[in-house]
């Protein structure tokens, strides 16, 4: 279910915006929640949004925060969040068995602190685990390589889900590290994709920050993509499984962003390097289009 409701009741951070927040408490196998015991469907959107203010926090950085609602369930939310992230859990969960939490309510609310903005809330089922940002080191190489068969398994789930046009689910703007923090949009056709990226290559070539052969950018098929799937993203829960998070850059796009993306993830080098070898194997058109891409960020906004 999803509509929109009152304003939203932000919760003022204990912590600078720009540092990660997690209370313990949230993960204490001894503590209450607020919502144990209680059905979710007799709680109203209004009294969710209360209760966020006093559930532990899980996460919270930025615009998003996370908490703990109970023993099987978290809340999402945050005034960044758009419709697209729900579509895309949502066409996971029914067109893929990729391991993702079961989305439970969604809708969105005023926000408080901005009469033109909204806060997006998601109610979803919380994994008990670790982010592999969390426990990498801890990891040996037996494990590493269970959990990027793993991954590979769910890359190629997902290049089976296709789409006609390209960019979020449900329409709007691209989000994502290629698309600069101002967005990019929407693209009404493949054509309009296509001419969008060139245009940027074109620009890096001129100043110098791409190589000049590089082709103009020229993609037709468009898959299901998370395009971040960074060890921020991935859980491990108590028996070894892999779950994916965080579905807020997804959408349709060339299946080969999605390796392209974790080429250009530079806080874990050894996690990438390995993980491209177990998720795209042609060398030649991921080296192509990175330097596409790479051009793209040096680009920046121009």
Known sequence: MGHTTTPCLQMEPPCSMFEIFHDPLSKDPSASFPLDGIDLDTVSDEQLISISRISPVLYRFWSTTIVRLSVNLILKFGVGMQMSEIEAMKCALSRTTVPTPKLHRYFFAQSETSASSQCGYIVMDYIEGNTLADIWDTLDQEKRKHIFSQIASIVAQLR???????????????????????????????????????????????????????????????????????????????????????????????????????????????????????????????????????????????
């Open 160 to 302: 089976t889900v296709h789409f006609d046009q390209p960019g979020p689910l449900g329409g709007g703007s691209c989000k994502g590290f290629w698309f600069t923090e101002y967005t990019a949009g929407p693209f009404n056709n493949k054509e309009e994709f296509n001419d969008w990226f060139t245009h940027k290559l074109e620009i890096s070539q001129l100043f110098g920050w791409a190589r000049k052969e590089l082709p103009p950018f020229n993609y037709n098929s468009f898959v299901l993509v998370h395009q971040d799937l960074i060890p921020q993203n991935l859980m491990l829960d108590s028996d070894g499984k892999v779950w994916i998070i965080d579905w807020g850059n997804a959408g349709a796009y060339p299946a080969l962003f999605e390796a392209a993306r974790v080429s250009g993830s530079f806080m874990f080098e050894e996690y990438s390097a390995l993980l491209l070898s177990h998720i795209y194997d042609d060398a030649a058109e991921r080296d192509h289009l990175m330097g596409v891409l790479s051009a793209l960020v040096s680009a920046g906004c121009r």
